[in-house]
């Protein structure tokens, strides 16, 4: 059991990973925003939960909310392309500028290990047929570019009592209590559900995928790790790689069976800009920590269906929370100062 400190733990990726967290007996130390919402509300009150509303720029809140932790896991960013595009200065601002400061904080705290989640858009367009960690990086955008620099300052600061980890995983779906319907997988199923249409743009990229439950379960075992498996290490995180189109046909077929009362989902093709493409291979983290993803895009969709059944995602398509970029438009978020 740890004293963890989680940047972004209201995020997609973290409020479905608190929980486990907790589940687990570890202390929780939420570091974030919350330009989302209060996505943890129904955690309120759990033993052992702690949430600051902090800025990852405010190096004064950061040093004082890390103080007694033990592990980080530092998801905090502005996510995907669009999103980090719409305001660059911010972005460079969160992704990148306050990432060496959060480092020695976390090295003068006292810290054992941190956990970073890099991203496998460093990789950039390959046609590799396998893209392993020893892949040449070739990020195409500033989001993926800063993503690759920060992996170094990181592993940089190894030492016998501080552990250093990036992993590098594929594109997240399924339902999170944080939302998000702007990632592929995610898209996909809500334009089905709610429109019975598909659109696809290009269609012969590849992606790799990975469900936001073995993503997480990740992030909870590594805690667990012995620091000399994990020390210096970089690992790709992913489970099926596909192409743009398969994942609307797989899409498709899923919501077709769970709503037959919806009739057959179109897709339509569309062409697009958007050239990156590449197979992400994970199997040096499943000989060296064990870690295999088990859940498929299916079980994905099937998972986000039944959120649908039950209510949980209400105005999917046009609620500012669900999207990234929808809601730092709409919203004043803080500028990059």
Same mark, same amino acid.
């Given at each position: 059991?740890?004293?963890?400190?989680?940047?972004?733990?209201?995020?997609?990726?973290?409020?479905?990973?608190?929980?486990?967290?907790?589940?687990?007996?570890?202390?929780?130390?939420?570091?974030?925003?919350?330009?989302?919402?209060?996505?943890?509300?129904?955690?309120?009150?759990?033993?052992?939960?702690?949430?600051?509303?902090? @800025?990852?720029?405010?190096?004064?809140?950061?040093?004082?909310?890390?103080?007694?932790?033990?592990?980080?896991?530092?998801?905090?960013?502005?996510?995907? @392309?669009?999103?980090? #595009?719409?305001?660059?200065?911010?972005?460079?601002?969160?992704?990148?500028?306050?990432?060496?400061?959060?480092?020695?904080?976390?090295?003068?705290?006292?810290?054992?290990?941190?956990?970073?989640?890099?991203?496998?858009?460093?990789?950039?367009?390959? +046609?590799?047929?396998?893209?392993?960690?020893?892949?040449?990086?070739?990020?195409?955008? +500033?989001?993926?570019?800063?993503?690759?620099?920060? #992996?170094?300052?990181?592993?940089? /600061?190894?030492?016998?009592?501080?552990?250093?980890?990036?992993?590098?995983?594929?594109?997240?779906?399924?339902?999170?209590?944080?939302? /998000?319907?702007?990632?592929?997988?995610?898209?996909?199923?809500?334009?089905?559900?709610?429109?019975?249409?598909?659109?696809?743009?290009?269609?012969?990229?590849?992606?790799?995928?990975?469900?936001?439950?073995?993503?997480?379960?990740?992030?909870? @075992?590594?805690?667990?790790?012995?620091?000399?498996?994990?020390?210096?290490?970089?690992?790709?995180?992913?489970?099926?790689?596909?192409?743009?189109? +398969?994942?609307?046909?797989?899409?498709?077929?899923?919501? #077709?069976? #769970?709503?037959?009362?919806?009739?057959?989902?179109?897709?339509?093709?569309?062409?697009?800009?958007?050239?990156?493409?590449?197979?992400?291979?994970?199997?040096?983290?499943?000989?060296?920590?064990?870690? /295999?993803?088990?859940?498929?895009?299916? +079980?994905?969709?099937?998972?986000?269906?039944?959120?649908?059944?039950?209510?949980?995602?209400?105005?999917?398509?046009?609620?500012?929370?669900?999207?990234?970029?929808?809601?730092?438009?709409?919203?004043?978020?803080?500028?990059?100062?």
């Amino acid at each position: 059991m740890s004293h963890v400190f989680l940047t972004g733990g209201a995020g997609y990726v973290g409020a479905a990973l608190v929980p486990k967290l907790l589940a687990r007996g570890h202390e929780v130390t939420v570091f974030d925003t919350y330009w989302y919402g209060r996505v943890l509300a129904a955690l309120s009150g759990a033993h052992g939960l702690h949430e600051v509303v902090g @800025d990852l720029r405010d190096r004064d809140a950061v040093k004082r909310a890390i103080t007694g932790c033990d592990a980080v896991i530092h998801l905090a960013c502005i996510s995907n @392309d669009p999103s980090f #595009e719409l305001d660059p200065q911010l972005g460079k601002s969160i992704n990148f500028d306050c990432f060496e400061p959060l480092v020695d904080a976390a090295v003068a705290a006292g810290v054992r290990r941190f956990i970073y989640a890099s991203s496998s858009s460093v990789y950039g367009i390959s +046609d590799a047929p396998d893209v392993r960690e020893d892949h040449p990086l070739a990020p195409l955008t +500033d989001y993926s570019r800063f993503k690759a620099e920060c #992996e170094p300052i990181l592993l940089a /600061r190894k030492s016998k009592t501080f552990a250093p980890f990036v992993l590098r995983p594929a594109t997240v779906c399924g339902p999170s209590p944080r939302m /998000r319907f702007d990632l592929s997988v995610n898209i996909l199923t809500n334009l089905a559900i709610n429109r019975g249409k598909i659109t696809v743009f290009g269609g012969t990229q590849l992606r790799p995928n990975i469900h936001i439950e073995d993503v997480t379960d990740l992030y909870a @075992d590594l805690l667990d790790e012995r620091e000399a498996l994990i020390s210096g290490r970089t690992f790709n995180a992913g489970y099926q790689n596909q192409s743009i189109a +398969d994942l609307a046909r797989i899409v498709a077929s899923v919501v #077709e069976h #769970e709503f037959p009362q919806r009739g057959p989902i179109t897709i339509e093709t569309t062409p697009t800009d958007d050239l990156r493409s590449y197979r992400v291979n994970s199997e040096a983290i499943a000989a060296a920590l064990g870690f /295999r993803a088990r859940r498929t895009i299916e +079980d994905a969709v099937r998972d986000l269906c039944r959120g649908f059944r039950a209510g949980r995602f209400p105005q999917s398509l046009d609620d500012p929370r669900y999207f990234n970029v929808k809601l730092m438009k709409d919203a004043a978020l803080p500028t990059a100062g």
